[in-house]
């Protein structure tokens, strides 16, 4: 009868045991959810970015923050500098960290959210920014971000739509020049205009188009554009 209890009592202590190594801990590891999209916090959206530290006359180390997501534990920050369009990325397992970026030069970046107990991710917002250079007035714009037709995308179609959209830090953004054309880059320019969109452009079928934005601002500084390509059947 005394083994028959000790072996009850062995076997209740092991699946205790058991049950409390299986319980989740709540920080996101260990429970195979995807992990959710971090909210961005700084710097802040299609602006000037004036703080951090100044490491000399050409860079500086600004901090970047964003809001912990659900389910991870670690991120990836992507960040892509728009003159030369070359992208670094950056781990920690931190909502917060310093990066050196060159003065006065436009990046966009965004945070990827990570776990241990899957290979999803999240991906929160893509936000643009000027980093602050010395005596520098008034910023290009951003490259205008083109959104529609897509790359590469196949098109059985006469006519087509044409879609961007264009920010500035200093807000002062005067007008768009759209170029369309067969070569890459385009040099066919078909409309200057204030407007994002451009409607019923005229197609020829079995062709490959290539388009291209340039913003310009009231100060005459001006960005261009990644060059999109498309094709019609």
């Not at 205790?16 to 916090?41: F, H, Q, Y």
């Amino acid at each position: 009868m005394k083994n028959t209890i000790k072996s009850v009592l062995i076997i209740s202590t092991l699946l205790l045991v058991l049950g409390c190594s299986n319980s989740d801990d709540g920080g996101g590891e260990g429970n195979g959810e995807a992990p959710k999209a971090a909210s961005l916090v700084f710097p802040l959206k299609d602006a000037e970015c004036n703080q951090g530290e100044i490491l000399s006359d050409t860079e500086s180390k600004v901090p970047f923050e964003w809001n912990a997501a659900e389910f991870a534990n670690k991120y990836t920050v992507s960040l892509t500098n728009l003159e030369t369009n070359t992208t670094e990325t950056f781990d920690t397992d931190k909502t917060l960290l310093d990066i050196t970026l060159l003065r006065g030069k436009p990046y966009s970046w965004k945070v990827i959210s990570k776990s241990n107990s899957t290979m999803q991710t999240g991906t929160s917002e893509v936000w643009k920014l000027y980093n602050a250079g010395p005596g520098v007035e008034n910023y290009a714009p951003f490259p205008a971000e083109l959104i529609s037709p897509k790359m590469g995308l196949t098109l059985n179609a006469t006519n087509v739509d044409l879609k961007w959209q264009g920010s500035d830090a200093d807000d002062d953004i005067e007008e768009f020049k759209v170029y369309m054309d067969v070569i890459n880059p385009p040099v066919k320019l078909i409309a200057t205009q204030n407007r994002s969109d451009i409607s019923n452009v005229a197609l020829e079928a079995n062709t490959i188009y290539y388009w291209q934005v340039e913003t310009t601002d009231k100060h005459g500084n001006s960005t261009k554009s990644s060059v999109f390509e498309f094709k019609t059947q």
